[in-house]
């Protein structure tokens, strides 16, 4: 079930970090969103993780249509030609805007680390109101066997380390736009 409240605090704290937000009833809308906006930003590529077979075919399909080509993992070889990446997101910190994301896999590192934009998925039903909601979960992830890494994504990447001005896109994506997708659609 929604709550409108945590949605709307979601909305806020990702856009003052000057994340884009919007919402979105399923993966049509999100695959439409993520390559309409890669064609405007005269992109030529995506990547995407996360996905079902289903979405992966659609998405593949939009690409098609629009002109744009989708890159298939390894995207290590494609690493300096990725415009756009859409990835499905394991959380949302709506405290912070922030996004939460298993980041373990070297595709998803590049996938959002080592692009122009990053359209981000995030189911509504997956929106917890502060970090401390996300204990139990983290937990386990961190008490697996194998080696994990988890990503807080808050906002495009930015820096004041160079002469102390605000530099947008330096250590990753220039953009973040994140699809709050409604339950029951995920």
């Excluded at 979105?24 to 309409?36: E, H, M, S």
């Excluded at 659609?58 to 494609?78: A, N, W």
């Excluded at 300096?80 to 859409?86: A, P, R």
Aim: proline residues 4%.
């Amino acid at each position: 079930m929604e709550n409108p409240e945590l949605l709307k605090l979601m909305k806020e704290k990702a856009e003052s970090v000057e994340a884009f937000v919007s919402s979105v009833k399923g993966f049509d809308d999100i695959a439409q969103y993520a390559t309409n906006l890669t064609k405007k930003q005269g992109g030529e590529t995506v990547v995407a993780t996360g996905l079902t077979s289903e979405e992966y075919g659609v998405l593949k399909t939009q690409c098609k249509d629009t002109g744009l080509t989708l890159l298939k993992p390894p995207f290590r070889e494609h690493a300096n030609n990725i415009h756009t990446s859409l990835t499905v997101v394991d959380w949302g910190i709506a405290e912070t805007g922030s996004l939460v994301l298993d980041s373990s896999s070297e595709d998803v590192r590049i996938a959002t680390m080592l692009v122009e934009t990053h359209v981000a998925v995030l189911p509504s039903s997956k929106i917890k109101p502060d970090s401390q909601s996300l204990e139990k979960e983290l937990n386990s992830s961190f008490k697996t066997d194998s080696p994990s890494y988890t990503a807080f994504i808050t906002g495009a990447s930015r820096t004041a380390d160079i002469e102390r001005v605000l530099a947008i896109g330096v250590h990753g994506p220039q953009e973040l736009h994140i699809l709050i997708m409604e339950d029951n659609q995920a």
